[in-house]
């Protein structure tokens, strides 16, 4: 079982930065795609950005160029820095780790959450 917690979330001012934290309780970034999903009000979770075992990264088209996702595997740690925010960027904010392709139809992870709201 794979525990993620995250942290880093909170109210900033549009134009501005915030870096959320995805801490795993294990190594996993060799079996397990990371990823960065948001859910506004009334609306779906989508994912937002996600790296692969190979390190290859992917971002919605809305937030390329603003928002970087990296990791840390000495710290079993996933970042999703985000900058030049708006108010559309307004959600909560989740990590996931998926690992169904390698470890099984079980193997899909969430944290619980972090509220990111941007406003002036």
């Known amino acids: 079982q794979v525990q993620l917690v995250e942290s880093g979330g909170g109210l900033v001012q549009p134009g501005g930065s915030l870096r959320l934290s995805c801490a795993a309780s294990?190594?996993?970034?060799?079996?397990?795609?990371m990823g960065w999903y948001r859910q506004a009000p009334a609306k779906s979770r989508v994912l937002v950005a996600a790296i692969t075992s190979d390190g290859v990264t992917d971002y919605i088209d809305s937030v390329k160029g603003r928002f970087t996702i990296s990791r840390d595997s000495a710290k079993n740690t996933v970042y999703l820095q985000m900058n030049s925010l708006k108010p559309e960027d307004t959600a909560v904010y989740y990590c996931?780790?998926?690992?169904?392709?390698?470890?099984?139809?079980?193997?899909?992870?969430w944290g619980q959450g972090t509220q990111v709201t941007v406003s002036s």
């Open positions: 996931n780790a998926d690992g169904r392709a390698t470890m099984g139809p079980n193997a899909d992870y």
């Open positions: 294990g190594s996993i970034f060799s079996t397990h795609v």
